[in-house]
């Protein structure tokens, strides 16, 4: 199929995007979710906002012992930046999982973000780090923790008028390690369960699951058991606990298990 008729901007700042979103008009990223929704004719804008020009949406910036990432910034991008590596190595781990090279040299860090595909990576992770993501429109800024950010499968709080610019993403504790694992069919696809891990001392342990509900899900009970000395086995059955279904319960749980194995070596 191909899609409705829609009209075509390509501004190239920030303030000349917000000035053309509104209930009939999309913006677009790297186009890896939207235009496979325009093509279905699931989405059908009158108006289709180009971003790629607005250059000032790209950046990785650490500052103060903060991530900053703007939200045009390319997945692949984000996979080889050594301060990422070094520093929030969650993220790394995450999104070279995301489809493929060609996928990730387009994919954006903010259009995965809005997109809020519960099966993708970057926002599992993003919810394990605690992120926030900083929105802007002609009323002003807001900023939303990812409890607030991600609302059900494929809604995110981003309102028709409004931009995510920046995903911030706070310093992992001291001497915090870290792991993502995810089971996918075939390589590339979309993965069917999935686990990003954080073990740091004290508090400072953080589990978010992938494919457990229609949003990334914080197991916070297992958060809990983790930091008070339960074994990997222990707190990946708490963190799968909730799950009905056998089958996935079952595999969310050896998947947490691996990923915080992992974190731990």
């Not at 496979?36 to 180009?50: C, H, K, S």
């Not at 929030?88 to 990730?104: F, I, K, S």
């Not at 089971?183 to 686990?195: C, E, L, N, S």
């Not at 319960?249 to 070596?265: C, D, H, M, N, Q």
Request: net charge negative; no cysteine.
């Amino acid at each position: 199929m191909k899609p409705a008729p829609f009209e075509y901007a390509a501004p190239r700042s920030v303030d000349e995007a917000l000035g053309l979103l509104g209930e009939d008009s999309k913006a677009l990223a790297g186009g890896q979710s939207l235009v496979p929704l325009l093509n279905f004719r699931f989405a059908r804008p009158e108006l289709l906002v180009d971003l790629n020009r607005v250059s000032e949406l790209s950046y990785i910036r650490r500052s103060g012992g903060v991530l900053h990432i703007g939200a045009l910034t390319r997945q692949a991008t984000l996979e080889r930046s050594g301060v990422v590596w070094q520093h929030w190595p969650l993220l790394a781990q995450a999104v070279r999982h995301a489809g493929h090279p060609q996928t990730r040299s387009r994919g954006t860090v903010g259009g995965s973000a809005v997109h809020a595909d519960p099966t993708a990576e970057l926002p599992v992770a993003l919810t394990a780090l605690d992120a926030r993501f900083h929105l802007s429109s002609a009323r002003g800024r807001r900023t939303l923790t990812a409890p607030e950010f991600f609302v059900a499968t494929l809604i995110s709080a981003v309102e028709p008028d409004e931009l995510l610019v920046e995903v911030e993403v706070p310093a992992l504790p001291e001497g915090a390690r870290t792991a993502f694992v995810e089971y996918q069919r075939t390589h590339g696809d979309f993965a069917v369960a999935g686990a990003a891990v954080v073990r740091g001392p004290g508090d400072g342990s953080a589990i978010a699951l992938l494919g457990a509900g229609t949003t990334p899900v914080r197991a916070h009970e297992a958060e809990r058991a983790l930091t008070a000395g339960a074994g990997a086995r222990e707190a990946a059955e708490l963190a799968a606990g909730a799950l009905t279904d056998g089958w996935r319960r079952a595999l969310t749980t050896e998947l947490v298990r691996e990923a915080i194995e992992r974190a731990a070596a």
